[in-house]
Structure formats: structure tokens, C-alpha cells
């Protein structure tokens, strides 16, 4: 393979990666992801110390130890299109000769653990709830810029909401690491996660002006194909899923629910149910 040119992989002039502005030494190969940059302080504050810190833009980066094992967490800010520059700016890290911009020969697969906040589209579904997605299925259409291909009942899952909704254009579905999902699956519940490319909107709701779909959250409440149901919608975990897929990475989605969409009830108290969210992930990675 060629090497890459400046404008495909840009690097600053320290030899770190364009817009994450870091380089391998900086990076773990467990990694905890967060939306919110305020939220890599609340995990990294667990740590036994911090080697690692950087800030550029959305971008926040904290590597240190806890309990004696190498950890970086790192703010995305949300949306799919900020996984995507992560995903892609991560892999390079680890696979991308930085000084050549070649591909190198011997790959490396991260481990990457997806903290977030959601919301339930299933009335039975309690605030306070932990929900491990076992498959991501994406309304956004960032996947379709990449050769990507779904399994036949991946297909049958996304074919099926795109015509149930009447989608001008198909939904992707994917399922997450099955190694991470086995190691979680304790003391969560399994679901699958919607992933919007917007929270008013394409999450069904209206403010000042009409929208499209507006019965969008009663027809998700209803969807099923087979026994597959959907239990909760964010914002990245499906573009996680299928960049993980695609570049050969370990990816699970983890989330914490502060609010019923079908009970129209948001938590009381959403920062105590993220932070015994990150208490399970750092007792287990």
C-alpha cells in the first residue's frame, strides 16, 4: 500500500495525529470513551495517577493507572461524526507509521468501552438502568461513505426499520464485540441501541417547528423483527460499531439511562447513575 499523503493523514508539527494531537506513547490499547469532556475528570479522577493530558478542541485525553492497569479515557463529543475522526485518528495512532504515514504490517486491536447517557424507548425500562448494547442499528448515514457490509439478518433488521419508518434511505445495523459484551453482560441489561444523528429532531422531538416523523418514538416502542427489539437511542453508538468492525477493533457501547421517552421521565439525579456506570467499567476492565 502507498504511503498516505499530507492532506489524507494530516499531523502536527510534533508528529502527533491532526485534531486528537497525540502520538503512540500517549495512548493505552484500553481505551473508555465519553461524549461529554467533563465527563473523562470524573473517570480519571479514580485513577491511581495521571501520566497523560491533553486538550484540543472536543478532544479531551487522560492516560494513566488504575489499580495498577494502563487506561486512557477520552472525550468525543457527540455525534457520529466526531467517532469517526476518533475511530480513524485512534487506529493511525497504533497502525499508521506516524513519521511515513505507511500502513504498517503488524496490526493492533484496541479494546474501546463507550461510556454514555440514554434514553429508553420501552416503558418497562427503569431510570438508573445500564444497558449494554449488543447491537447498534444507525439512522445517520456516515457508515455509507465506507465499503461496509451488513450480515443477512443485520440486512433483515435495518430493511425492516427503514420501512417502518419510511426512511428515504436504509439504516445500517451492528452487532459489538462479543468479547466486551461477555465481559459487561453482568449486572446490565442486553438491548439494542438506535444511534441519531441528532438529539431534537431525529430523536422525535419538536420544539417551535414541525417535524417529520413526529409518532417516531411510539413506532420505535413497537418495532421488532423476530425477538429483536429496540431498547434505547443515543448518538454514536452504532458509528462506533461499524468503524470498530471495519478497522478490526474490540467495541461495546455501555449506557446509563436518565430518561423514558415512552413515560416522558428524565432522572432526578443523571450524574449518580453515570458514575455507578463508571465504577462497573473500572472494576472490570
Not at 18 to 23: A, D, G, P, V
Not at 80 to 92: K, P, Q, R, W
Not at 153 to 161: C, W
Request: net charge negative; charged share 25%.
Amino acid at each position: 500500500m502507498p504511503k498516505l499523503s499530507e492532506t489524507d493523514l494530516i499531523i502536527n508539527p510534533d508528529g502527533s495525529v491532526y485534531h486528537l494531537n497525540l502520538k503512540p506513547q500517549h495512548v493505552s490499547e484500553k481505551i473508555i470513551t465519553v461524549g461529554d469532556p467533563s465527563r473523562v475528570h470524573r473517570i480519571s479522577s479514580h485513577f491511581d495517577h495521571i501520566e497523560f493530558e491533553m486538550n484540543k478542541r472536543e478532544f479531551i485525553t487522560h492516560t494513566g493507572t488504575y489499580k495498577g492497569k494502563r487506561l486512557t479515557v477520552i472525550s468525543t463529543g457527540m455525534g457520529t461524526d466526531n467517532v469517526e475522526i476518533l475511530m480513524n485518528e485512534l487506529d493511525a495512532v497504533f497502525n499508521i507509521d506516524l513519521k511515513t504515514r505507511e500502513v504498517k504490517k503488524d496490526r493492533t486491536s484496541l479494546k474501546i468501552i463507550r461510556i454514555g447517557t440514554s434514553a429508553s424507548i420501552q416503558e418497562d425500562m427503569r431510570l438508573g438502568s445500564h444497558v449494554i448494547s449488543e447491537y447498534g442499528i444507525g439512522l445517520d448515514p456516515m457508515i455509507h461513505f465506507y465499503q461496509f457490509e451488513m450480515g443477512d439478518y443485520e440486512k433483515s433488521v435495518a430493511q425492516k426499520l427503514q420501512d417502518t419508518l419510511d426512511l428515504p434511505y436504509p439504516p445500517y445495523c451492528v452487532r459489538g464485540s462479543d468479547e466486551l459484551i461477555d465481559l459487561f453482560k453482568d449486572n446490565m441489561t442486553l438491548g439494542n441501541t438506535l444511534t441519531c444523528h441528532g438529539f431534537y429532531g431525529p430523536q422525535g422531538r419538536a420544539l417551535r417547528v414541525p417535524i417529520r416523523y413526529p409518532n417516531l418514538i411510539e413506532k420505535l416502542n413497537y418495532f421488532h423483527h423476530e425477538d429483536f427489539w429496540l431498547t434505547n437511542l443515543e448518538m454514536e453508538t452504532a458509528g462506533y460499531y461499524g468503524l470498530a468492525k471495519i478497522l478490526g477493533h474490540e467495541m461495546v457501547s455501555l449506557n446509563a439511562i436518565i430518561a423514558n421517552r415512552v413515560r416522558n421521565k428524565f432522572s432526578k439525579d443523571p450524574n449518580k447513575v453515570i458514575d455507578s456506570l463508571i465504577k462497573k467499567v473500572l472494576d472490570k476492565i
